[in-house]
């Protein structure tokens, strides 16, 4: 193989005479051509390697593509999602769902891919679903009439300005969910500086500036816990606290952990430590 060059290797679905084929390609060439003609019944088998390392792009069209990283857990693209990675001198494999169709794009040596784009090694490996801005990128690529050299110049920067969009929209992907996390650790404050009142849903995602749908779902997926769980929880973490260290009653004691009902509180605090708030207070020495 020439320097940059990337070979694909199909398996024997593809029918080929002897059993696989292999092709070679070069920085900037446009795969998906020799790709999009195949069919198979069942999933197809490929494996990519390299003499130097290089940046490529995948685009899913239809169908999924399962993509092996050494030393990481599998992707799988779904239609409409892309990945840029670095290939490395290690075989990259590949899994094509059956008779479905795929766009790939061979790019260029990684090493000035990393010159032009600082940041990328941390970005490589991860599907996001397409942009709009994206969307029209792979269009403009996918229907170009150039054909030889300047084709082949026409995609290598293409592939640059695809790059560049998908690092911009995983910047604002990061503000975004900092700006979530901000926000959640204020609502996490305000509840375990109020545990003794009540601590409604709306009230919680008036501050959380977002319905109450949108308050449960992020706090689910950042906390990894039920915003309601998560309140009880330390509801009774504080009532552990205040058994062990001080002398004021157990009734008092629920009240100011936010529990109007006492035995709903007792039940709450067995179901949590095992013990009644009695027995758990004799146990602790107090």
């Known amino acids: 193989?020439?320097?940059?060059?990337?070979?694909?290797?199909?398996?024997?679905?593809?029918?080929?005479?002897?059993?696989?084929?292999?092709?070679?390609?070069?920085?900037?060439?446009?795969?998906?051509?020799?790709?999009d003609s195949f069919r198979s019944r069942a999933f197809t088998e490929l494996q990519l390697r390299s003499d130097t390392d290089l940046l490529l792009f995948f685009y899913v069209t239809e169908g999924s593509l399962q993509i092996s990283l050494p030393k990481q857990p599998a992707v799988t693209l779904q239609p409409r999602q892309h990945m840029p990675l670095l290939l490395s001198m290690t075989p990259l494999k590949l899994r094509l769902a059956p008779g479905k169709l795929l766009l790939f794009y061979a790019g260029?040596?990684?090493?000035?891919?990393?010159q032009l784009l600082p940041g990328l090694d941390n970005y490589c490996g991860k599907s996001y679903t397409i942009t709009p801005a994206i969307k029209k990128q792979l269009h403009r690529l996918c229907n170009s009439r150039l054909r030889g050299e300047r084709l082949r110049i026409f995609l290598i920067s293409g592939m640059l300005e695809l790059t560049g969009l998908y690092l911009a929209g995983l910047t604002e992907t990061q503000d975004s969910d900092r700006a979530t996390r901000y926000r959640l650790s204020m609502v996490k404050q305000y509840i375990n500086d109020h545990l003794a009142e009540s601590l409604?849903?709306?009230?919680?995602?008036?501050?959380?500036?977002?319905?109450?749908?949108?308050?449960r779902r992020d706090f689910l997926e950042h906390e990894h816990i039920p915003l309601h769980q998560y309140i009880s929880q330390q509801r009774l973490r504080l009532a552990g606290a205040l058994l062990d260290t001080t002398r004021e009653p157990v009734q008092s004691i629920a009240w100011m952990c936010g529990f109007g009902d006492v035995s709903a509180f007792f039940k709450a605090f067995k179901k949590a430590y095992d013990c009644t708030p009695l027995a758990y207070r004799r146990r602790r020495g107090n």
Not at 14 to 19: K, S, V
Not at 108 to 114: G, L, R
Not at 204 to 215: F, G, I, S, T, V
């Open 200 to 215: 409604p849903l709306p009230h919680l995602a008036r501050l959380y500036a977002q319905n109450a749908a949108k308050l």
């Open 108 to 114: 260029m040596p990684a090493v000035y891919a990393k």
């Open 1 to 35: 193989m020439l320097p940059g060059a990337v070979s694909f290797t199909a398996a024997a679905a593809f029918n080929y005479p002897n059993g696989q084929c292999e092709q070679q390609y070069y920085p900037g060439d446009y795969l998906c051509a020799g790709i």
